[in-house]
């Protein structure tokens, strides 16, 4: 991770303040916790238990008396807890990629925004397995004194929702006023409708779905070959050493792909060269400039993020399927429900598409749940559910007020 | 590559024979020919001329005498010169994968079929930078004694075609009854009809477009990351040792999710399980039956294809552009063809989408060529133009035989 001197780049300090801005939550600091120890591990879906696992989480806006005005968000496959306002620690924490930039969703959670702080409390905590802050890989096992590895178990989306019930539990919050996620986000904000029923007033699932199609599942299968296939990788074992960059890179290029819409490449880049009076280079390098942009997020992403997180990370994304609460029967699954849901797809997004939203709609729909499904016409692709702030924002801000989802 | 001993394997052998039947080609055998030398080197898009090449082509049907009923089909990134029939010499030639299956696109070329033997003489060549029998990366450089690896000069469509048509002229072939091609094959059957517009009577392209997309340059520079960071990549030296083959699996594993809609993949594999009845096995190797799917096709392909074959043809695709020959404009490049046009899309193919075809079309129509276009309903993606056979089978032969267009 590169080393970022706060004292030496005077233009890079200026930029590491919050903005002067009466919408920013300003600077955030992360709370670090522990939820589980030797006397209460967490049983995973795989069968094993895991103990201790510390998790990171934010909170952005204060808890009411009642404690019922907490919203918890949900982040995404290389999401973090850090969804808003600037970090204070980044520089002591070695997380050096936040200096320049406010947290994931920013545009999304502050006063007067959609998540408005001024009258929520947001809660956003990184999942298990990850890299930032919560228990993961690079974790130490306590049996071997070394960094788990590979010998992490196989973590699920519904271990995660698991955890995260019992971090809200532990700040005494009975009731979520909503949960909020999108795309791998969405799902656990699915899941903690289904398996908390009682305890989930709101969900809104923005560019997520049930499932993963076969198609995100071969796309995740490739960006694992990548990286176990990394001269580096030695087996899980590289946290004494150069982690296996490359394949990590080549993983985040791919999904990249897979955020971005057809249509929002070809405006993007087109078929563009980067040099040379837009004639060919004639070489195999980076000649393009949709390589160039994919090199620059393959080699940006490998700086803050952990391959062995990414494998754990992606198979939770396959495993995922809210119908086998069901028995392979999506309606019945989504039969004890009782929150109120408002689901978001985007037209552009082939990651998860509006047909899987809308499939996912019909079975709340058939089951009598109180739903709203809105497809925005967008061409970002899947990047639209952290892009179509303006489209987003007034669904999301209206669906939070109300009692019933009548207007939106 | 596996050693197949055809006496070992009674089934086997069984397969190894043509089959009995009124509309196969039956037994083929390849032609190889030398079409430069040192006196008659091909000058290259790059700027390098390259001397000796040797081209491997197979023909099905008679030549008339008047030499004008030959139609020239060429070949997809993994494709050869067996188009159709049973390789005679694929064991004597170390091609063992021949041994039971019939060339690529054996369903339309044969006695009666689309390409019907009868009447027309179809010659497929392999093309340069390949690893079937053409000069490629695998070839010696006579110039150092050893295989030229990286140090092949950059290939392109046009450098493909212009071989082509010394194997054309060596033939005595003025002019080609019709030039035929799928994917990339089909932009060579395109620069063929503006480089040569009065050699090429009539010109079928199926799958392709006049310029790959920016997602499709994406997902060749992936495919590319992946073998140049193969542990045994070695700066392309690898032909004395191990292949880069996990990095070519990888590559491939990925052209096929690209080769397959959304739709097929979900048809053909959707989120079933290996095994475990059908539940997660929890871990993080081939667990879902579309990886088992992707793995099987990643590693079958690197027993018969040359990874910096796969570099350097994926690059050619990259590259080609008709409008290049319009100075950016397709209307201005297609202005000198002569050749009439029948052009195929599939709905579901979303490497080479009806829209971009449609582009193609349009700019033949505008330019006032005599183009038809017709779009296939298919749930097959961009593989329908192997698969749809009976769809394509009337169009293409009613085009053969017309001397209008009038009527597809």
């Given at each position: 991770m590169k080393n970022v001197n706060k004292n030496s780049d005077p233009k890079r300090k200026k930029k590491y303040e919050p903005p002067d801005s009466l919408t920013s939550v300003g600077?955030?600091?992360?709370?670090?916790?522990?939820?589980?120890?030797?006397?209460?591990?967490?049983?995973?879906?795989?069968?094993?238990e895991l103990a201790p696992i510390s998790v990171e989480y934010e909170m952005y806006g204060e808890m009411n008396s009642n404690k019922d005005n907490v919203i918890l968000l949900l982040h995404a496959l290389s999401g973090d807890a850090h969804a808003a306002g600037w970090d204070k620690k980044a520089l002591e924490m070695g997380r050096s990629w936040r200096v320049d930039r406010p947290g994931w969703w920013d545009t999304m959670i502050g006063p007067g925004k959609a998540l408005d702080t001024n009258k929520y409390c947001i809660i956003c905590s990184n999942v298990l397995g990850s890299c930032y802050g919560t228990t993961g890989p690079a974790s130490i096992d306590p049996e071997t004194g070394e960094p788990y590895g590979m010998s992490f178990p196989i973590v699920t989306v519904g271990d995660w929702v698991r955890?995260?019930?019992?971090?809200?539990?532990?700040?005494?919050?009975?009731?979520?006023?909503?949960?909020?996620?999108?795309?791998?986000?969405?799902?656990?904000?699915?899941?903690?409708?289904?398996?908390?029923?009682?305890?989930?007033?709101?969900?809104?699932?923005?560019?997520?779905?049930?499932?993963?199609?076969?198609?995100?599942?071969?796309?995740?299968?490739?960006?694992?070959?990548?990286?176990?296939?990394?001269i580096n990788f030695n087996d899980g074992n590289y946290y004494d050493r150069d982690q296996p960059a490359q394949g990590l890179a080549i993983?985040?290029?791919?999904?990249?792909?897979?955020?971005?819409?057809?249509?929002?490449?070809?405006?993007?880049?087109?078929?563009?060269?980067?040099?040379?009076?837009?004639?060919p280079g004639f070489h195999l390098g980076?000649?393009?400039?949709?390589?160039?942009?994919?090199?620059?997020?393959?080699?940006?992403?490998?700086?803050?993020?952990?391959a062995n997180s990414?494998?754990?990370?992606?198979?939770?994304m396959d495993y995922y399927d809210a119908a086998d609460r069901g028995e392979g029967d999506l309606d019945r699954a989504c039969e004890n429900a009782r929150s109120r849901f408002l689901l978001i797809s985007f037209s552009s997004d082939w990651l998860y598409t509006p047909e899987q939203m809308k499939e996912l709609t019909f079975a709340l729909y058939r089951t009598k749940k109180d739903v709203s499904y809105v497809e925005i016409?967008?061409?970002?692709?899947?990047?639209?559910?952290?892009?179509?702030?303006?489209e987003i924002t007034p669904l999301i801000s209206k669906f939070l007020k109300g009692d019933t989802n009548h207007g939106i």
């Open positions: 600077w955030t600091e992360p709370h670090i916790i522990t939820l589980a120890d030797g006397n209460n591990p967490l049983l995973l879906d795989c069968g094993e955890l995260q019930e019992r971090l809200v539990s532990h700040l005494g919050i009975e009731k979520l006023y909503a949960v909020i996620g999108g795309s791998l986000g969405g799902q656990q904000a699915l899941e903690w409708s289904l398996a908390y029923p009682d305890r989930v007033e709101r969900t809104v699932i923005l560019a997520s779905s049930a499932r993963l199609s076969a198609q995100g599942l071969a796309f995740n299968a490739v960006a694992r070959s990548s990286i176990l296939n990394d993983a985040r290029m791919l999904g990249h792909i897979t955020y971005l819409s057809e249509t929002a490449m070809r405006d993007k880049f087109g078929r563009r060269y980067r040099k040379n009076g837009n004639r980076v000649d393009f400039e949709v390589e160039s942009y994919l090199e620059y997020q393959g080699q940006s992403f490998v700086s803050r993020f952990d990414y494998l754990y990370i992606t198979r939770a016409p967008s061409t970002y692709g899947h990047d639209a559910f952290l892009l179509e702030v303006d």
